[in-house]
């Protein structure tokens, strides 16, 4: 298989790059089998795409690739993660036009709620190649899109008996894949990962524990029998690399994460889930890492906002909050990528000519005077409230 040096990581990563990725424009049809279909278009970073509908399932929704996952090689966030796959030729069914020896490699999985439309659900692949597993709600369960990569020297060989093949072995990828998860799987799932909300800084920064190289900010003689005396203003320049905001703005994860890791506790937090960024005064952390560091990361909170009183004056001091509900933050360039695919897939109107005179066909849905309702099944899963305005600190 050619090796493709470009590739979309993200769902927003590929509608950007292929606009009419869930229209029929666009696309060539090359197989059918019923409600199904196999279509395909040249691929902007090279080869081809293929473009499979699978037809609709009953499903929960997709459970995140480091929950479903037999082996997680490294979580990248929550709903992103590094895992351990057969071939890549095992996933979109592409086992069944390809002879060679099956080994287990990484592949890079990022699961996307509520893009581009509430409701929607997909997985993206990058490994040997790239692709994804589309899903959104129709009637009582989901519509399956696979779309995924392969070279102009693959697709030109393949017979249409082949192409076939392909067709019904993606389906069975997809329908499996969206559908393989037990009870209890999801029931991880919904449970695997939880939100924490630290607000009310009104007086700067909240403290941490001073490193011994430091200038404390401010002691305090409360925390002399643990060894928490000394408290130093955070920086976001404290924070490590790789689980937090990256841009120098203050946000909860670099918070929490430089926190828990000066008392020496091993709990990760992140600034966004399921492929959405949280409000600045939000972070993610993983349910089972916290029950284990909450008893410690708690009490030296409440020895921090003695601190903060001590260093500031008055009263005030941040307030720490557990298990809240997730809140998206604002993304103004997200907002245009939406509107800009709304436009794509705006069907054309269909020009008739009659003698002398032009006549516009309408099609019937531009002239309903009500617009179809469509019933939303949600997925069973935490969802993240969209937030209208950022919290300063």
Request: with cysteine; proline share 5%.
């Amino acid at each position: 298989m050619a090796m493709f040096t470009v590739s979309p990581c993200t769902l927003e990563h590929w509608f950007q790059e292929v606009p009419l990725l869930l229209s029929d424009q666009g696309w060539d049809l090359t197989a059918r089998a019923g409600a199904h279909s196999l279509h395909h278009a040249t691929c902007p970073w090279g080869g081809r795409l293929l473009k499979v509908k699978a037809g609709s399932v009953p499903s929960e929704g997709i459970v995140r690739p480091e929950v479903l996952a037999d082996v997680t090689v490294e979580r990248l966030a929550p709903g992103a993660a590094v895992v351990l796959e057969k071939d890549w030729s095992h996933l979109f069914g592409l086992r069944e036009l390809t002879q060679h020896e099956e080994k287990v490699k990484a592949v890079t999985q990022r699961l996307r709620r509520d893009f581009p439309e509430e409701g929607d659900c997909a997985v993206t692949f990058v490994g040997e190649s790239c692709g994804l597993l589309f899903s959104r709600p129709d009637g009582d369960g989901f519509e399956l899109t696979c779309v995924f990569q392969v070279s102009e020297e693959q697709f030109a060989q393949w017979s249409s008996i082949q192409k076939m093949l392909l067709l019904d072995s993606s389906c069975r990828f997809a329908r499996n894949f969206a559908t393989r998860s037990e009870p209890e799987l999801r029931e991880k799932d919904r449970d695997y990962y939880m939100v924490l909300t630290v607000q009310s800084c009104r007086r700067g920064l909240p403290l941490v524990p001073s490193a011994e190289s430091e200038e404390p900010t401010v002691t305090i003689t409360a925390g002399i029998s643990v060894g928490l005396e000394r408290w130093t203003r955070f920086s976001p320049n404290m924070a490590s690399s790789g689980s937090g905001s990256s841009d120098g703005r203050f946000c909860v994860a670099d918070f929490v994460g430089t926190f828990a890791a000066r008392l020496g506790l091993s709990l990760a937090a992140y600034d966004s889930m399921d492929g959405q960024r949280l409000v600045p005064y939000q972070c993610v952390v993983a349910r089972q890492e916290w029950e284990a560091a909450k008893d410690r990361f708690v009490n030296a909170f409440l020895l921090q906002k003695k601190a903060y009183r001590r260093a500031n004056g008055g009263s005030s001091a941040p307030s720490f909050h557990v298990d809240v509900q997730p809140r998206a933050a604002p993304d103004g360039h997200l907002a245009e990528l939406k509107q800009r695919l709304r436009q794509e897939e705006r069907p054309s109107h269909k020009v008739v000519v009659r003698r002398t005179f032009l006549e516009v066909e309408e099609e019937e849905d531009e002239i309903s005077m009500a617009p179809a309702q469509r019933q939303v099944r949600r997925p069973k899963t935490t969802g993240i409230v969209a937030e209208a305005s950022v919290l300063a600190f």
